[in-house]
């Protein structure tokens, strides 16, 4: 798949500040979240070029389960083909290039253009197009849509529209484990909320990897779980993250610090574990429950952030499953770090903005935006 590849307006001589080691490095550049275009540049290289998280396997695992993203430039179909296996193409009919599926998800019996009715199977295949049995040279088996490689790496649907991304077990590395450990590929997904976030996806992400700032903007988290009280954890694969240990007296991280459902087994239930997935997951790994973030850059200001909680299946089938202890909690959280990142956002804005220095406590952000950096320098060079 071909893909526009724009330049990239920033300084290397910026950049290379960042890369340097924490105590000396210094963070990306304003114009890395203002100037579109470093948006353009990344939704063609970030995006469009190796592995992004789409969701969770639980959404597409039965015959006609479907969701859409948007992401590259791209809007990409994911739906469980005849066997329930994930399958995922570009939203594009070949007839006029009607877009097939407009939901964001759901259950579909076929997929059918709504505009001159082509028709295709699961598995991509042209299935019926009305009136072109007189055609020359018209062979259906050359008007399937067209196919976007797809893995699936413990339960997490990672998509690469260029199809040339390095195998996918080396993107996710030593997090894989983690999420097996977790079950996270059985898990059932119990909520879901779509946040619009004005700022940019790097500070979104940038933010979920410090706890420096709950003490101020999350008082309810930091008593249950002390700000200082993780540490980082180092591994092969293009991500960051590490631990938090609940404090004395509480359970989970739910609104009154209690547990009311089993842990997964053989969980550390002591610990909150949680990761950035570069480029656009997060993931947070909980006693009793994954919470699972994607993020979908819609400008340099603005991410929409899909948060899903999943949950174990006999937990789930019960009766008296109620999932709000966890979401009220998170969603409390979720809006305070929205709005923080969204005044971090207006503050790089200004013409007078320049990079700070990063603190001892901002080791997995210096990581990821190393991540960043690094790209960044390969492009610039």
């Given at each position: 798949?071909?893909?526009?590849?724009?330049?990239?307006?920033?300084?290397?001589?910026?950049?290379?500040?960042?890369?340097?080691?924490?105590?000396?490095?210094?963070?990306?550049?304003?114009?890395?979240?203002?100037?579109?275009?470093?948006?353009e540049?990344?939704?063609?290289?970030?995006?469009?070029r190796g592995?992004?998280?789409?969701?969770h396997?639980?959404?597409?695992?039965?015959?006609?389960?479907?969701?859409t993203?948007?992401a590259?430039?791209?809007?990409?179909l994911?739906i469980?083909?005849?066997?329930?296996?994930p399958?995922?193409?570009?939203n594009?009919?070949?007839?006029?290039?009607?877009?097939l599926?407009?939901?964001?998800?759901g259950?579909?019996?076929?997929i059918?253009?709504s505009y001159?009715?082509?028709?295709?199977?699961?598995?991509g295949?042209?299935?019926?197009?009305p009136?072109?049995d007189?055609?020359?040279?018209?062979d259906?088996?050359c008007?399937?849509l067209?196919?976007?490689?797809?893995?699936v790496v413990?339960?997490?649907v990672?998509?690469?529209?260029?199809?040339?991304?390095p195998?996918?077990?080396a993107?996710?590395?030593d997090l894989?484990p983690?999420?097996?450990?977790?079950r996270n590929a059985?898990?059932k997904r119990?909520?879901r909320i779509?946040?619009d976030v004005?700022?940019?996806?790097?500070?979104i992400?940038e933010?979920?990897s410090e706890?420096?700032h709950?003490p101020?903007?999350?008082?309810?988290?930091?008593r249950l779980?002390?700000?200082?009280?993780?540490?980082?954890?180092?591994?092969?694969g293009?991500?960051?993250?590490g631990?938090?240990?609940?404090?004395p007296g509480?359970e989970?991280?739910?609104?009154?610090?209690?547990?009311?459902?089993e842990?997964?087994?053989g969980?550390d239930?002591?610990?909150i574990?949680?990761?950035?997935?570069?480029?656009?997951t997060?993931?947070?790994?909980h006693?009793?429950?994954?919470?699972l973030?994607?993020l979908?850059?819609k400008?340099p200001e603005r991410?929409?952030v899909?948060?899903?909680?999943?949950f174990?299946?006999?937990?789930?089938?019960?009766?008296?499953?109620d999932?709000?202890?966890?979401v009220?909690?998170?969603d409390?959280?979720n809006r305070?770090d929205?709005?923080?990142?969204?005044?971090t956002q207006r503050?790089m804005e200004?013409?007078?903005f320049?990079?700070?220095r990063?603190?001892t406590?901002?080791?997995?952000v210096?990581?990821f935006?190393v991540?960043?950096?690094?790209?960044?320098?390969?492009a610039?060079?």
């Amino acid at each position: 798949m071909t893909v526009t590849n724009p330049a990239l307006p920033l300084s290397a001589a910026e950049i290379v500040r960042t890369c340097l080691p924490l105590e000396q490095a210094t963070m990306l550049p304003g114009a890395a979240y203002t100037d579109y275009g470093v948006f353009e540049w990344e939704r063609a290289n970030f995006f469009a070029r190796g592995w992004i998280c789409a969701g969770h396997v639980e959404q597409v695992a039965r015959r006609g389960d479907f969701l859409t993203v948007e992401a590259g430039g791209e809007n990409v179909l994911v739906i469980g083909d005849d066997d329930g296996l994930p399958r995922a193409f570009l939203n594009t009919c070949r007839h006029r290039g009607a877009r097939l599926v407009v939901a964001p998800s759901g259950t579909l019996r076929r997929i059918q253009c709504s505009y001159h009715a082509w028709t295709y199977g699961f598995d991509g295949s042209l299935k019926n197009a009305p009136f072109t049995d007189g055609l020359q040279d018209f062979d259906p088996k050359c008007f399937a849509l067209h196919e976007v490689r797809l893995a699936v790496v413990e339960g997490l649907v990672l998509l690469d529209l260029s199809g040339e991304a390095p195998p996918p077990q080396a993107h996710i590395g030593d997090l894989a484990p983690l999420l097996a450990k977790y079950r996270n590929a059985d898990l059932k997904r119990g909520a879901r909320i779509v946040y619009d976030v004005d700022a940019n996806w790097k500070a979104i992400g940038e933010n979920y990897s410090e706890c420096l700032h709950c003490p101020g903007v999350h008082p309810e988290l930091n008593r249950l779980s002390h700000y200082l009280s993780g540490e980082s954890i180092e591994g092969a694969g293009l991500w960051c993250g590490g631990s938090m240990t609940l404090a004395p007296g509480v359970e989970d991280m739910t609104v009154d610090g209690a547990r009311v459902r089993e842990p997964i087994a053989g969980v550390d239930v002591r610990s909150i574990l949680y990761f950035l997935i570069f480029p656009n997951t997060l993931v947070s790994l909980h006693p009793d429950y994954v919470m699972l973030h994607t993020l979908w850059p819609k400008s340099p200001e603005r991410t929409e952030v899909v948060c899903e909680w999943f949950f174990e299946p006999e937990a789930i089938a019960a009766p008296d499953f109620d999932p709000t202890d966890a979401v009220e909690f998170w969603d409390q959280v979720n809006r305070e770090d929205w709005e923080v990142c969204a005044l971090t956002q207006r503050g790089m804005e200004s013409r007078s903005f320049t990079p700070g220095r990063y603190t001892t406590q901002e080791d997995d952000v210096h990581t990821f935006d190393v991540m960043i950096a690094e790209r960044y320098l390969e492009a610039l060079r």
